[in-house]
């Protein structure tokens, strides 16, 4: 089943497959006509295709950060 | 195809339903033995079944956290 997503902001970039060329994006998606959620999935260079994901809620994004900032993400 | 996972850690719980008691959860997880990865998703709450997420990689991770930090995320 296929459903229609609109990429309506590109907020950043997490990585890029040189081989490929696919990247790990976040953005704000409308799917299937939905208002835009934020999301976090692989997307191919046309951004025709894309891979499996999470979506995120405002409340999910900020509790997310939170946790993040407090993880040590050094090499 | 049922890939075994095993939750390394539990890094934090975004949300949960209080209907159904799913939760949306940051934690890392070993997928088919794999090391384990920073992963987003949507767990049961015996923890037996997951939705669809997305895994991350500590730089991707890095850079998730950079790109959250510049965003307003207030109500």
Chains 1, 2 share one sequence.
Do not use: F
């Amino acid at each position: 089943m296929r459903i229609e997503s609109e990429i309506t902001e590109c907020v950043a970039v997490l990585s890029m497959n040189e081989k490929t060329g696919w990247q790990k994006e976040l953005n704000y998606v409308s799917w299937g006509g939905d208002p835009p959620k934020l999301d976090i999935r692989d997307w191919a260079p046309d951004h025709e295709k894309a891979g499996r994901g999470a979506r995120l809620t405002k409340a999910e994004a900020k509790r997310l950060r939170e946790a993040l900032e407090e993880m040590d993400l050094e090499d």
